[in-house]
């Protein structure tokens, strides 16, 4: 729990907010759902009262909202609640979220008479498309379960030490489609593929040292490495200037076992080496 602190939950219907806001409740926030943006200045001055300025205050806005929802992106950019203020954005693909939105036999809040469900998210991602951008945190909850979304708010939102920034360095597959919540993306499929390396094929580049050795010393690797971390570096500091805590760097390959697995650990080391709160996700390993 971090004191004082006001999180903003936004997103597409379905992605996942009612999940994300029971979660910080648990961990101790004030938490009101379907709030006007407008009233966020007087919920948190009513908190400040009641409990104190260190209650720390979540709060759930979407198109429910009407036409009160655009005043959000200015109410979060003026800092007018007076407090530190994070926008978490919970996003998914269409087709989890007409699943998830039929699952729970409701309508969408931006659905008119007859018309289709896809219809309704495409102007809902219209209506959110300026947000998504000003967002601090952007969760794509598309392959997440409900205790995989509600640890990643644990992570973001559950321990005090947050005074640098987050680095999530999140390796995967192609094949299985680009994350769609990376701040920056880079491709290794311009090195060699492990995969056709018989005595290489059945480890992966996190456990298997012979396999992440390989791809390090393939031609290019290191050049890679040294000219990408000092940028990905450079870029913290303007986002620690800028206010923003949490970046998420996606390092791809074909099937996201080989060769992104091992740049990811790789430039999750020279991160926190460099002084970084860095860590390597591996979103596709195991999933051969």
């Given amino acids: 729990m971090h004191k004082g602190e006001v999180v903003v939950i936004t997103g597409m219907t379905g992605a996942g907010r ?54 959000l992106e200015e109410i979060v950019a003026k800092k007018a ?27 969408h809040p931006m659905q008119r008479g007859n018309e289709r469900l896809l219809d309704a998210l495409e102007r809902e991602r219209v209506v959110l498309a300026s947000l998504r951008g000003a967002a601090d945190l952007v969760i794509d909850t598309t392959q997440l379960n409900v205790h995989q979304l ?22 995967f597959g192609f094949k299985y489609g680009i994350p769609v919540d990376a701040d920056f993306m880079a491709d290794m499929r311009f090195l060699p593929n492990p995969h056709w390396v018989p005595e290489l094929k059945a480890g992966n580049g996190r456990d298997n040292p012979d396999v992440a050795a390989y791809v390090y ?26 206010g923003k805590r949490f970046m998420r760097v996606a390092i791809g390959c074909t099937g996201g076992k080989h060769r992104s ?22 979103r596709d390993l195991g999933r051969e």
């Fill in 18 to 71: 009612s999940t994300a806001a029971k979660e910080l409740e648990d961990l101790g926030y004030y938490v009101v759902d379907n709030l006007p943006p407008s009233l966020l200045p007087q919920v948190v001055e009513r908190v400040d009262a009641a409990r104190g300025p260190e209650q720390p205050v979540a709060v759930v806005t979407d198109v429910r909202s009407g036409s009160f929802f655009a005043e």
């Fill in 81 to 107: 609640t007076g407090r530190r203020t994070t926008l978490v954005f919970l996003d998914a693909a269409d087709d989890t979220l007409v699943r998830r939105q039929e699952a729970a036999r409701r309508p």
């Fill in 150 to 171: 509600t640890a990643r708010i644990a992570e973001a939102f559950g321990t005090p030490e947050r005074t640098t920034l987050k680095v999530s360095v999140v390796s």
């Fill in 217 to 242: 010393s393939r031609p290019g690797a290191e050049e890679f490495l040294s000219g990408y971390v000092p940028v990905l570096i450079g870029v913290t500091k303007g986002y620690l200037h800028e």
């Fill in 261 to 282: 697995v091992a740049m990811a650990e790789e430039i999750s080391r020279r991160l926190r080496d460099a002084g970084l709160d860095a860590k390597a996700i591996h």
